[in-house]
């Protein structure tokens, strides 16, 4: 399988609610990232999974956590929603942590809170 | 954190014109990337510049690395409304195996017909 997919790609949500957002990698990548991409800025680092491991954290709360399965799919969960949470949130993999490679993104989930 | 500044923020240019975006930082980078995203999707990798003072082309693209590797430019010659989109630039983590990248908010580039 070719490219990284994610699914919904648009999601509306009430704040308190809990969401998860899916990620499927490409075969082969074994390093997957989440992103948040607020309107207007860059991608902001969330978490790094590396071999089904948490393998680095940004400045995210705890209510921001993941998963990374075996068959290269990975989740971002995300517990009390809050308006602020209203953003592009982007998957990406790599075969070797994006460093020199970068990275491969999918076109992202638009997460609304309301 | 590493910051990473990107100017101009927006620019609004004829087809035809010639442009050049920055990427500048007071860390150290050891390689940076550029990234183009288009509405609705994500970044797309554009190229990475690793050795201080590289120069690499991508058809009409021109992209530069200083030399203290604490910046860097992309060129585009000849604007086409093709070029349309955000371009960002990312940096991995300074000394940590962990593939972070840290993003710059990116130039907003509209080409007019």
């Known amino acids: 399988e070719t490219g990284v997919t994610q699914s919904p790609t648009h999601l509306i949500k009430t704040r308190g609610q809990q969401v998860t957002l899916r990620c499927s990698s490409q075969?082969?990548?074994?390093?997957v990232s989440w992103y948040q991409q607020a309107l207007g800025q860059g991608p902001q680092f969330i978490f790094q999974?590396?071999?089904?491991?948490?393998?680095g954290r940004g400045n995210f709360p705890p209510r921001f956590s993941g998963l990374q399965f075996p068959n290269y799919s990975s989740e971002l969960n995300v517990n009390a929603l809050e308006l602020d949470d209203s953003a592009l949130y982007l998957c990406?993999?790599?075969?070797?942590?994006?460093?020199?490679?970068?990275?491969?993104f999918g076109s992202g989930t638009r997460l609304t809170v309301v | 954190t590493q910051l990473l500044e990107q100017s101009p923020q927006f620019l609004s240019i004829q087809e035809g014109e010639n442009l050049t975006v920055y990427c500048n930082s007071s860390?150290?980078?050891?390689?940076l990337q550029w990234y183009r995203q288009e509405p609705g999707e994500g970044p797309v990798l554009l190229v990475t510049?690793?050795?201080?003072?590289e120069v690499k082309k991508l058809k009409r693209l021109t992209f530069q690395f200083g030399d203290a590797r604490k910046d860097s430019s992309l060129h585009i010659t000849a604007a086409q409304p093709g070029d349309t989109g955000l371009y960002l630039c990312?940096?991995?983590?300074?000394?940590?195996?962990?593939?972070?990248?840290?993003f710059g908010r990116g130039t907003q580039l509209t080409v007019w017909p």
């Open positions: 990406a993999s790599s075969p070797d942590r994006g460093r020199r490679d970068g990275y491969t």
């Open positions: 075969s082969g990548h074994n390093t």
């Open positions: 999974y590396y071999r089904e491991e948490e393998n």
């Open positions: 860390s150290v980078f050891s390689s």
């Open positions: 510049v690793v050795t201080g003072g």
């Open positions: 990312a940096g991995p983590d300074r000394g940590s195996t962990l593939g972070r990248l840290y």
